[in-house]
């Protein structure tokens, strides 16, 4: 969904690359070159997400837009080319959500990093543990200006109470000296339900206890900060770990997901149908392990060309994700695809796949000019209490004898 983002800069060169920037991010952006053009747009009905505020306007030279801005409630990130400690200082006693010296080109590159995460941290949740109020406060306060959903425990073990019951937490900020179970305790207990790949740890102190940040690191932290810290240091450590688990979280879907129809792919298809059919098995739940084919694709090829194929097979997937939702699916190559269900009886599964077949068959595929017909042939094994791959074999023998019998039928593998 596009946000509002407010661009005000009296420089044309660099409203010019704060633009592309937004735009590049799918912000709407609107500029305002003086503090005049602020306080008429803040007037108006539009919503801003957040804002890029140049900290010297030809009529405002000593930041006052920061303040209109900020007390509209709109996220403001501070752009300036004074490098002063003073002006440094009166920029960070406000609520900003950062702020960066105009020094090179690698301030633009550290605004596009924020004006992402600004709106990707929205549904991420980071717990803060600290037995003291006033601390939680603050990195509450902090967090809360990132968008990230804060969640707050005042020790170890209502923090785990609150990870159990919240799959959105990804980043747990710990205080290290708290009664019950200190913060090196509790990192321990997280690290034995959750790895460095699906949940951050960062100890905090304001002990004077140089040994800290070694202790609780080899205990399983991902960083340490001292007490008190500079919000700059806050938000570049809580980013640089956000974006590690994100690109971790993108190398594991990549490795998983077919790249063309973003369904599973083989090896994440045998991963999740064995867990399936452990479950199946424990419920006694009837199945079926279905392999699916497009007939005559590449005679679609040769007629309409491949991009026409990959569209029907984009949308072949989506026909599969909204029919047999909560299933196991996997796009195995080429035009073959694997379903496995679950259902009452093994009637009721055939029933499904059959209207899926039949939905597929008499559906028009629109791509540019063409309106394009497609049938699918399955092969389905029932029930069977063979290993997963010699149960892939015989659907696909299924499968085979449904193309070989006319295509656009369902063939059940006779055991």
């Not at 747009?41 to 000593?62: G, H, R, V, W």
Request: charged content about 25%.
């Amino acid at each position: 969904m596009s946000k509002n983002l407010l661009v005000v800069e009296d420089s044309k060169a660099i409203v010019s690359i704060i633009k592309k920037i937004g735009e590049s991010l799918g912000y709407i952006v609107t500029v305002a070159v003086s503090h005049a053009e602020v306080k008429k747009l803040l007037q108006s009905k539009t919503e801003f997400f957040a804002a890029t505020i140049d900290y010297a306007l030809p009529d405002a030279e000593n930041g006052e837009a920061i303040e209109s801005i900020l007390s509209h409630g709109i996220p403001g990130v501070v752009m300036t080319g004074r490098m002063d400690d003073e002006t440094r200082q009166k920029i960070l006693a406000q609520p900003v959500i950062d702020y960066i010296p105009k020094e090179n080109s690698q301030a633009f590159m550290y605004l596009k990093r924020i004006l992402y995460w600004q709106s990707a941290n929205i549904g991420i949740g980071v717990l803060v543990v600290d037995d003291s109020r006033t601390a939680r406060n603050h990195i509450h306060e902090l967090l809360k200006r990132r968008n990230f959903t804060v969640y707050v425990a005042e020790g170890g073990e209502q923090a785990l109470e609150i990870i159990k019951n919240h799959n959105d937490i990804k980043m747990v900020i710990t205080d290290l000296e708290m009664p019950n179970m200190d913060g090196i305790e509790l990192t321990n207990e997280i690290r034995k339900r959750y790895n460095r790949d699906q949940m951050s740890v960062i100890g905090i102190s304001g002990a004077d206890n140089v040994n800290y940040s070694a202790r609780i690191i080899k205990n399983g932290a991902d960083d340490f900060i001292r007490k008190p810290f500079c919000p700059e240091e806050f938000y570049c450590r809580i980013t640089q770990h956000i974006e590690n688990l994100h690109n971790i979280e993108r190398i594991r879907k990549a490795a998983n997901t077919d790249y063309l129809t973003d369904l599973p792919n083989r090896r994440a298809f045998f991963k999740e149908a064995k867990s399936a059919l452990e479950s199946f098995a424990q419920q006694k739940k009837a199945y079926g392990l279905a392999m699916l084919d497009i007939d005559y694709f590449k005679k679609v090829n040769d007629t309409y060309g491949h991009e026409a194929g990959d569209h029907i097979l984009k949308m072949l997937a989506h026909e599969m994700r909204n029919h047999f939702n909560g299933c196991s699916l996997a796009r195995f190559g080429g035009e073959e695809f694997v379903i496995l269900l679950s259902g009452a009886d093994q009637g009721q599964i055939y029933n499904q796949l059959d209207a899926f077949r039949e939905a597929i068959a008499t559906d028009e595929i629109n791509h540019e000019a063409h309106q394009i017909n497609v049938t699918v042939s399955v092969g389905v094994i029932f029930n069977s209490v063979l290993s997963i791959e010699e149960q892939l074999n015989q659907a696909d023998l299924a499968l085979y004898n449904a193309k070989e019998n006319g295509r656009n039928q369902i063939v059940i593998f006779d055991q």
